[in-house]
Nanobody
Framework: QVQLVESGGGLVQPGGSLRLSCTAS????????MGWFRQAPGKEREWVGA?????????HYRGSVEGRFTISRDNAKNTVTLQMNRLNPEDTALYYCAAGQSIVSMIRSESGYKYWGQGIQVTVSS
């Protein structure tokens, strides 16, 4: 049984940082494209970024977070992290970890992922 569990969310002031972790069981993160998505209140879920499976091993980010967010993978711990810096209120959302084995053209789409975490709240507010 595959499980993805996010942790590390919470409340942070604008300009601050948070680090989200996604711990996987039942799959090996290095063999999957691991993605992060988020959903703000009243909005559709959107792709944040992804790291492709080992072999491809490339990192991709949506434009609004590039340079502020960094994805990393710890194969020994079977986890993927999302380091978020210079947060602003527009980053407030429920953040999801996802795993898939789709082709590169699908990594920005929800349909490119088979497994999902339950989501964790990130709130950026003063």
């Amino acid at each position: 049984q595959v499980q993805l569990v996010e942790s590390g969310g919470g409340l942070v002031q604008p300009g601050g940082s948070l680090r989200l972790s996604c711990t996987a069981s039942g799959l090996t993160v290095s063999q999957y494209t691991m993605g992060w998505f988020r959903q703000a209140p009243g909005k559709e879920r959107e792709w944040v970024g992804a790291v492709r499976r080992l072999g491809a091993n490339t990192y991709h980010y949506r434009g609004s977070v590039e340079g502020r967010f960094t994805i990393s993978r710890d194969n020994a711990k079977n986890t993927v992290t999302l380091q978020m810096n210079r947060l602003n209120p527009e980053d407030t959302a429920l953040y999801y970890c996802a795993a898939g084995q789709s082709i590169v053209s699908m990594i920005r789409s929800e349909s490119g992922y088979k497994y999902w975490g339950q989501g964790i709240q990130v709130t950026v507010s003063s």
